[in-house]
């Protein structure tokens, strides 16, 4: 059974760098069968999906456009974990963020790779941006 | 982007109802579609993923149902802990883009 916990700084000033951590049991992150993610949650902006990492053969990157250019996901092997790294935050950026999991598949169909629903999840680390 | 819109945006009922939540998508999504519940100080888990199927441990009295741009999620029987908010998520285009609705407060 897969199980992720984050850790991480819940207070960030302007401008700054935000950088969260999630500990991965239960499955390694270089499977090829799983694409991790990490998600955030605000009131005015819901639930937004940030990016994903992924490795078939090599490691695959997919960002958000909305943060695009600010944002980094790094499997590190050793550990077993992913992070989340965002520079240049503003008070916007505050929110709660998770990482999840997501299955991963080949579509032979539309010859392209695809994952399933977000199952688990992490337990949320809310981070404030703020001077 | 697939926008997705949810209502009601509150539902109000009582233990032993039967709720009804949507999920309308401006665009097809196929059946590439999940529902997840949340509840206060916790993260989003997992309910039913591509439309119709219950993840692990969720109760019988779930059920998705929908294809295309409508979709449906139908608690039957209210028991106290399913009052929480519902949300859809769609992974059509995913990578590298996925959307969620912005809820349905059940309570």
């Known amino acids: 059974q897969v199980q992720l916990q984050q850790s991480g700084p819940g207070l960030v000033k302007p401008s700054q760098t935000l950088s969260l951590t999630c500990a991965i049991s239960?499955?390694?992150?270089?499977?090829?069968?799983?694409?991790w993610n990490w998600i955030r949650q605000s009131p005015s902006r819901g639930l937004e999906w940030l990016g994903t990492?992924?490795?078939?053969?090599?490691?695959?990157?997919e960002y958000a456009a909305s943060v695009k250019g600010r944002i980094a996901i790094n499997p590190e092997t050793s550990k077993n974990h992913v992070s989340l790294q965002l520079v240049s935050v503003t008070p916007e950026d505050t929110a709660v963020y998770y990482c999840?999991?997501?299955?991963?598949?080949?579509?032979?169909?539309?010859?392209?790779?695809?994952?399933?629903?977000?199952?688990?999840w992490g337990q949320g680390t809310p981070v404030t941006v703020s001077s | 982007e697939i926008v997705l819109t949810q209502s009601p945006a509150t539902l109000s009922l009582s233990p032993g109802d039967s709720a009804t939540l949507s999920c309308t998508a401006n665009?097809?999504?196929?059946?590439?579609l999940a529902w997840y519940q949340q509840k206060p100080g916790q993260a989003p888990r997992l309910l039913i993923h591509?439309?119709?199927s219950r993840a692990t441990g969720t109760p019988p009295r779930f059920r998705g149902r929908g294809s295309g741009t409508d979709f449906t999620l139908t608690i039957s029987s209210l028991e106290p802990e399913d009052f929480a908010i519902y949300y859809c998520q769609q992974r059509a285009t995913w990578p590298p883009e996925t959307t969620f609705g912005h809820g349905t407060k059940l309570e």
């Open positions: 999840a999991r997501a299955p991963l598949y080949y579509d032979y169909l539309w010859e392209t790779y695809r994952a399933g629903a977000f199952d688990p």
């Open positions: 591509d439309a119709s």
């Open positions: 990492t992924f490795y078939r053969s090599k490691w695959y990157y």
């Open positions: 665009e097809s999504v196929t059946t590439y």
């Open positions: 239960g499955e390694l992150v270089s499977s090829n069968t799983a694409a």
